[in-house]
């Protein structure tokens, strides 16, 4: 059974950087996209940012582009949240989510938020406060 595990988070002053991981085990690798969402206090899910198994952009949503970088280790299984001049609205839980390529593409393309129940697996979230 597949299994994700969000890791890096912690507290930055404003402009500063992390760098989340999600480390996945159990997935059929090959053929699903690994998305990062967020959560912050007293709001709903927010897309970030997704990569895909194989060809395509990467998805960035608007308020990080520029900003955040996604990029993925296949030898190891891990996908990376690079996060840049951060600010703070980007206080936020960050969770790590996985599922097939085209269902990934889909919801980011057309669902202007996203759902517990989109995707087949989560991990348990990381979280992330930036604050002076």
């Known amino acids: 059974e597949g299994h994700l595990a969000e890791s890096g988070g912690g507290l930055v002053q404003p402009g500063g950087s992390l760098r989340l991981s999600c480390s996945a085990s159990?997935?059929?690798?090959?053929?699903?996209?690994v998305i990062w969402v967020r959560q912050a206090p007293g709001k709903g899910l927010e897309w970030v940012s997704a990569?895909?198994?194989?060809?395509?952009?990467?998805y960035y949503e608007d308020s990080v582009k520029g900003r955040f970088t996604i990029s993925k280790d296949k030898a190891n299984n891990i996908v990376y949240l690079q996060m840049n001049s951060l600010k703070l609205e980007d206080t936020a839980v960050y969770y790590c989510?996985?599922?097939?390529?085209?269902?990934?593409?889909?919801?980011?393309?057309?669902?202007?938020?996203?759902?517990?129940?989109?995707?087949?697996?989560w991990g348990q979230g990381t979280q992330v406060t930036v604050s002076s």
């Open positions: 159990g997935l059929p690798w090959n053929n699903y996209g």
């Open positions: 990569i895909y198994s194989d060809v395509g952009p990467a």
């Open positions: 989510a996985a599922d097939q390529d085209f269902r990934v593409e889909w919801l980011v393309t057309n669902r202007p938020d996203p759902y517990r129940d989109d995707f087949a697996y």
